[in-house]
C-alpha cells in the first residue's frame, strides 16, 4: 500500500511520449496490477488529449487480462470524436503487445439544465468511525502479533467493517468514507483521477457480502470484470467522500455491484458500476 500521496500521483500520472501516446508505470505490489490504477491512468491519458473546456463526465471500462506490475503499461488514446459540446476518446492498454484494457471516455462542455438526486443516506459521519489504520493497530494488539501499520495515501473508514477470519454473510451493501491525506491543488482532472482509483476498491467486496468469503479467501477467484463511472458535479477528494455500495444480483459466477459517491453536504457527485467475476474454486 502506498503511503505518500506523491508516490501514488506519480503512478498514476502517465508519461506522455507522443500526442496520443502514453506510457504508465506501476508500483512493485500487489503481484497483479491494481485496476483502479489502471482506470485513473487511462482517464489521465485521456484527459490530456482533450481541450480544456471539456469535462469527463463518464467512462465505461473492460479489464481484459491481469497487468505485470513489472512491465511497463502503453496506453493510446483514439480521438474518435470532437463535436460542439462533447467529446469522446477510447483508450487501450497494453504490455507486450497485447490489450489488458480498453475504456470509452465522454466529456461535456459544463451547461446549466434541470437538477435532481436521491437523498444521501442516514450514516454517522467519519469523526466517528475507526480508519483502517486504527483499526489494523487495534486487532494486531489484541492478537498479540503487532507490527505498526503505515499511514496510507487514502484514508477510508469502514460503516459496516467485515472480519476476514470470520466472514459471515450479510445483506450486500455497505459505506466507507474516504479522502486523501494531503491537501491537493483545484484542479478537477486531479480529483477524477483520484476517484476513479478510488472507485474500484470495495466494490467487488460488496458482491460478497452474502457469502462466506472475503477478498483474501483462498477459495474463491475474484477479477474484476467491466467497470462504468459517471461524474456529476465538481468535487473535492481531500475532503471525506461517502461511497455507498450494494449489490443487487450475482449468477453465473458473476457479481453485480453499484456505487454512488457523496459529499458532506449531500451532494451526489459521482456513480459506478461494476461486474467481477466471483468463481468458486475446485480445490
Do not use: C
Amino acid at each position: 500500500m502506498l503511503t505518500k500521496l506523491e508516490d501514488l500521483l506519480n503512478y498514476l500520472e502517465v508519461e506522455r511520449i507522443d500526442k496520443y501516446l502514453f506510457i504508465g508505470r506501476s508500483p512493485e505490489k500487489p503481484r497483479r496490477v491494481f485496476g483502479g490504477q489502471v482506470l485513473s491512468q487511462a482517464l489521465n491519458a485521456a484527459i490530456r488529449t482533450v481541450e480544456g473546456d471539456r469535462i469527463a463526465h463518464s467512462m465505461h471500462a473492460y479489464f481484459l487480462r491481469g497487468g505485470d506490475p513489472g512491465r511497463q503499461i502503453v496506453y493510446e488514446v483514439d480521438p474518435i470524436r470532437d463535436g460542439k459540446s462533447f467529446a469522446t476518446r477510447r483508450v487501450v492498454a497494453t504490455q507486450d503487445g497485447k490489450a489488458i484494457f480498453n475504456t470509452s471516455v465522454s466529456f461535456h462542455v459544463e451547461e446549466e439544465g434541470l437538477e435532481h438526486q436521491i437523498t444521501m443516506p442516514d450514516v454517522p459521519p467519519p469523526e466517528e468511525l475507526e480508519t483502517d489504520r486504527e483499526h489494523w493497530e487495534r486487532t494486531g494488539q489484541q492478537q498479540g502479533d503487532y507490527e505498526p501499520p503505515r499511514v496510507p495515501a487514502i484514508e477510508r473508514r469502514m460503516i459496516d467493517r467485515r472480519d476476514n477470519n470470520n466472514p459471515v454473510p450479510d445483506q450486500p451493501r455497505q459505506h466507507t468514507w474516504f479522502r486523501v491525506n494531503e491537501q491537493l491543488s483545484d484542479e478537477l482532472a486531479l480529483h477524477q483521477t483520484l476517484l476513479a482509483y478510488i472507485s474500484d476498491v470495495s466494490l467487488l467486496g460488496t458482491a460478497l457480502r452474502p457469502h462466506p468469503y472475503t477478498g483474501a479467501s483462498k477459495a474463491i477467484q475474484l477479477a474484476s470484470l467491466d467497470h462504468g463511472l459517471w461524474f456529476h458535479r465538481p468535487f473535492r477528494v481531500d475532503e471525506y467522500l461517502l461511497y455507498t455500495m450494494d449489490s443487487p444480483t450475482a449468477y453465473g459466477s458473476r457479481g453485480f455491484s453499484r456505487g454512488s459517491f457523496y459529499n458532506r453536504e449531500g451532494a451526489l457527485i459521482a456513480s459506478t458500476t461494476q461486474e467481477s467475476l466471483m468463481r468458486l474454486r475446485d480445490d
